[in-house]
Nanobody, 125 residues
Framework: VQLQASGGGLVQAGGSLRLSCAASGRTFRNYYMGWFRQAPGKEREFVAAVVWNGGSTYYANSVKGRFTISGDNAKNTVWLQMNSLKPEDTAVYYC???????????????????WGQGTLVTVSS
């Protein structure tokens, strides 16, 4: 499975960016996809996830109300709309896909089987 993330860049505080991630290379669908981010010197942290069956979404408290995850199950593509960006949102953003049926680990990196290469988001103050 290959995940291709795109859409990162430099934006001023209060601005918006939309990240995209397309999965390819596997014939059957994964169960959920998500976004994580990692700032310099910090651990990778959960941002948002979407479960294809039922459409449930999950968000980190730090991004609730500002970020929206959406996706196209048939195309194995997920987007992350990021509004009202803050300097503390600066990080490399990674998309990930999971073929694990249970969602008990959806908020942790261990709950995902495949990862994209990351796209850098820089928010200036």
């Amino acid at each position: 499975v290959q995940l291709q993330a795109s859409g990162g860049g430099l934006v001023q505080a209060g601005g918006s960016l939309r990240l995209s991630c397309a999965a390819s290379g596997r014939t059957f669908r994964n169960y959920y996809m998500g976004w994580f981010r990692q700032a310099p010197g910090k651990e990778r942290e959960f941002v948002a996830a979407v479960v294809w069956n039922g459409g449930s979404t999950y968000y980190a408290n730090s991004v609730k109300g500002r970020f929206t995850i959406s996706g196209d199950n048939a195309k194995n593509t997920v987007w992350l709309q990021m509004n009202s960006l803050k300097p503390e949102d600066t990080a490399v953003y990674y998309c990930a896909a999971s073929f694990i049926v249970q969602t008990i680990m959806i908020l942790t990196p261990a709950g995902y089987n495949y990862w994209g290469q990351g796209t850098l988001v820089t928010v200036s103050s």
